[in-house]
Structures are given as structure tokens and as C-alpha cells.
């Protein structure tokens, strides 16, 4: 009876116990205000699971913002300008070519893209020239993949001049 | 809404190198040179085996690219 005793008050201290030691998952794994990057090409990593605040990237269904603890999704993505807004404050501008974003639970963002660069790395003059060539062949007698070809230029062309505007 | 290049009956493989190198060719001419002679990243390669023995081994891109 009296062992009962220890053990029914040991249970009723338990309760308090449990609350001082209480710790959620979200603070053991750091801020949650961050959301983890990564952008990657065959053959190059620029992030590498990088801490960010924001990520705006061209999906197909639209543009989007990706903040953490955005909702997971898999967005394709349309050759577009994505804009990191980083910790310090400061904002970097790539242009991509294309490929898929992925938004997974726990704040981490990977994007995957075949070519990637920072806008200052284009030039307006080859970008004209190529715009006037592919336009060239777009309306030319070529044969129907070439024009199919042409027009996806010209289309990836027009993104990459209003980026650069 | 069917994308155009979907329409042409391109993958979206070979989609995506006709807009990686339009991406290339519209970088200065510095990082351009770099760009282009890197090319085109291929690395998935498939061979088909055929009566126990392998074929040729191709890469993906040049099989739809020839498609």
C-alpha cells in the first residue's frame, strides 16, 4: 500500500516535470524564418542549402514568393528571371533557362536548372542579335522543327530582354 | 493550355537544351566562351541490349534530338 503511494505521487509530480523540459521540434532545428536553398546545374552548385529569407521564382502556373514554411509543391519553371533576397539584406538576380523547383517540408527549397546566370552576366547586343536571327528563321521557308526551334528562342530571347530592361 | 514546344512534339529534354542554348549564346562574351565550349551537360548515357549483347551507347540528349 504504501509502495502505491510513492508510485501515485510519483505520477502526479510527473506533469509538471514533463512542462519545464517541454521543447517543440521547430526550435531544435534552428530560426524558422529561413528557408534552406539549393540551385543547382549539371554542372555547377551556386547555393548549397544556404540560409535565405525569400526566393521569387517564374513558375508556370505564375510567379510565385517562397517563404519559409511554404506549403510543399513542385513547380515547373519558365526561363525567368528568380530573385534571392538574402540574409543580409542584399538581393541577387539569376536568369534560368528552365527546369524545377521543389518545396519540401522543413523549409528547404531546391531548384534544379540546366543554365543559370546572374543577370549582369548577359549582353543586350548578343541577345539582339540572336533575337533577329532566330526571328530570321521563325518566319523563314525552314523545315517545321526549325521553326518550332526558332520560336522556342524566340520566346527564352524576349524573357531575357525584358529581364535586362 | 499545350505548350508550343509540347505542339512540335519535342521532349521536354530537348526543349530544355534548345533554351539552355539560347541562354548561352546570349551571355557576354567572356563567360560566353566558357559556356559554350562546356556545351551541353550530357550525362545520361543508355545503351539497349538486344539478344544478350549491348548496342550502342547513346546519350539521351542526342537520341531526342533525332527525334
Known amino acids: 500500500m504504501n509502495a502505491l503511494r510513492v508510485a501515485r505521487a510519483a505520477f502526479k509530480a510527473r506533469p509538471q516535470a514533463v512542462q519545464v523540459f517541454k521543447r517543440g521540434y521547430a526550435e531544435a532545428a534552428g530560426p524558422s524564418d529561413k528557408i534552406k536553398l539549393s540551385l543547382t546545374l549539371p554542372h555547377q552548385t551556386i547555393y548549397k542549402t544556404s540560409d535565405v529569407v525569400q526566393v521569387n521564382i517564374p513558375a508556370e502556373s505564375g510567379d510565385m514568393g517562397v517563404l519559409a514554411n511554404h506549403v510543399p509543391s513542385i513547380e515547373q519553371l519558365r526561363p525567368g528571371i528568380i530573385d534571392i533576397i538574402e540574409e543580409a539584406g542584399g538581393s541577387k538576380q539569376f536568369f534560368l533557362a528552365g527546369g524545377f523547383a521543389v518545396v519540401q517540408p522543413g523549409s528547404e527549397l531546391t531548384i534544379n536548372a540546366v543554365e543559370c546566370y546572374p543577370v549582369e552576366e548577359f549582353s543586350a547586343e548578343n541577345v539582339k542579335n540572336e533575337l533577329a536571327e532566330a526571328q530570321k528563321i521563325a518566319s523563314g521557308s525552314g523545315s517545321e522543327a526549325d521553326i518550332a526551334e526558332a520560336k522556342i528562342e524566340i520566346e527564352v530571347l524576349e524573357a531575357i530582354q525584358a529581364s535586362l530592361k | ?67
Open chain 2, 1 to 67: 493550355m499545350v505548350a508550343a514546344w509540347k505542339a512540335a512534339g519535342f521532349t521536354y529534354n530537348k526543349y530544355l537544351a534548345i533554351a539552355a542554348r539560347a541562354v548561352r549564346r546570349s551571355l557576354k562574351d567572356g563567360p560566353r566562351a566558357k559556356a559554350e565550349r562546356r556545351g551541353n551537360v550530357e550525362q545520361l548515357k543508355f545503351v539497349k541490349w538486344e539478344n544478350g549483347k549491348p548496342g550502342e551507347s547513346k546519350t539521351i540528349s542526342s537520341e531526342s534530338a533525332a527525334q
